[in-house]
T-cell receptor
Framework: AQRVTQPEKLLSVFKGAPVELKCNYS??????LFWYVQYSRQRLQLLLR??SRESIKGFTADLNKGETSFHLKKPFAQEEDSAMYYC?????????FGQGTTLQVKP | NAGVTQTPKFRVLKTGQSMTLLCAQD?????MYWYRQDPGMGLRLIHY???????AKGEVPDGYNVSRLKKQNFLLGLESAAPSQTSVYFC???????????FGSGTRLTVV
């Protein structure tokens, strides 16, 4: 079955600390994975996709097929990074989302 | 350019009542989706549409119906609301069904 798992409901770090938001997936085939972010009182929006191998707002994510993971990382967290983060897997024209992780960056 | 607009933004229903949530997009997107967002459950797909006149079931379709009579609108109906349907509902649209989803601002529904 296709599934996305984000094991942490809440991740709390201090400003300047490294951040890693975990995402594991289950998919038969070549996966396409994404990270979406929802800032307070804003709409859900695309942060990055693994195909483009880009860095957005200092965040990167590498697809590890061996570990079936797509963890989101940032070396130095900022207070404005506080938000809900969703990992998503593309499947037959739709996205399957994980449970979401709330990132709280404390001053 | 409004993108994706959801109405209403908030609603309180009594158990057994019915209602329709409206999603409208002005980007001429083919694909439209309804998700519900619940704490600890993330976003779960209710129903989706790959074009005008088409609908398909998602992960949690029970208790909901949808219609896509016009390309720009995707309606989500609750025939007999239950407290378990208390949630935040998000609509999204996409041109290709790929990653480029545009989300609405959500509808917070409480069923008492």
């Amino acid at each position: 079955a296709q599934r996305v798992t984000q094991p942490e409901k809440l991740l709390s770090v201090f400003k300047g600390a490294p951040v890693e938001l975990k995402c594991n997936y289950s998919y038969s085939g070549s996966p396409e994975l994404f990270w979406y972010v929802q800032y307070s009182r804003q709409r859900l929006q695309l942060l990055l996709r693994h195909i483009s191998r880009e860095s957005i707002k200092g965040f990167t994510a590498d697809l590890n097929k061996g570990e079936t993971s797509f963890h989101l990382k940032k070396p130095f967290a900022q207070e404005e990074d506080s938000a809900m983060y969703y990992c998503a897997l593309k499947s037959a024209g739709k996205l399957i989302f994980g449970q979401g992780t709330t990132l709280q960056v404390k001053p | 350019n409004a993108g994706v607009t959801q109405t209403p933004k908030f609603r309180v229903l009594k158990t057994g009542q019915s209602m329709t949530l409206l999603c409208a997009q002005d980007m001429n997107h083919e694909y439209m989706y309804w998700y519900r967002q619940d704490p600890g459950m993330g976003l779960r797909l209710i129903h989706y549409s790959v074009g005008e006149g088409t609908t398909a079931k998602g992960e949690v379709p029970d208790g909901y119906n949808v219609s896509r009579l016009k390309k720009q609108n995707f309606l989500l109906g609750l025939e007999s609301a239950a407290p378990s349907q208390t949630s935040v509902y998000f609509c999204a649209s996409s041109q290709t069904g790929d990653y480029g989803y545009t989300f609405g601002s959500g509808t917070r529904l409480t069923v008492v």
